[in-house]
């Protein structure tokens, strides 16, 4: 192992931790950035969460390895417990997360630093995402998506896709 690079290959791993329910746009956005500051990138979809999803973690896994099959730097899991220690089984140096206004800063910021208490050795990266992205957020799209509008542009087509399925499913 390295202790540079913190991971055995010597590659620098980063994760890109969250509950991606759904993957929107801008977490493509994020990945595809964070893609370019690392040579991994472990999107790492949180399972047990308390909150009933709107997808299966299946699901999410499934659609998030879709999105990303082109990225080759990029792979996705799951995660659960603490993610400081998730993050060091991986040998990662970092944890990504995406901002898009001040609400972001004031919900990660405590996050970043409460992981930095428990692991200082671990950095967050915390990146602005593309700023036209910054009114799409999974809660919202959540929101449109259970009022009936239209997805188009917020998340991926294949995401898209698979949340229309699910609401004629649900007609
Ligand atoms: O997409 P989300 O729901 O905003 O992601 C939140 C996430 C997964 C980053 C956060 O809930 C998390 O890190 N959970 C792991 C539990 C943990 O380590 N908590 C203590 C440090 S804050």
Known sequence: MSAAT????????????????????GHVDLVRRASQLFDRVVVSILVNDQKTPLLP??????????????????????????????????GAVAIVRGLRNATDVEYELPMTLMNRHLRP????????????????????????????????????PLVEARLRDRRLQRT
């Open 121 to 156: 050795s671990l950095e967050t990266v915390l990146l602005p995402i593309a700023i036209e992205l910054g009114h799409v957020s999974s809660r919202l799209v959540k929101e449109v998506w259970r009022l009936g509008g239209d997805l188009r542009g917020l998340v991926p």
């Open 57 to 90: 973690q299946a699901e999410r896994v499934e659609l998030a390895r879709a999105v990303f099959a082109e990225l080759t730097r990029v792979e996705v899991e799951t995660f659960d417990g603490l993610l400081v220690e998730y993050a060091s089984r991986r």
């Open 6 to 25: 913190g991971s055995r290959s010597g590659e620098r791993v980063a994760i890109c931790p969250g509950s991606f329910d759904p993957l929107t746009v």
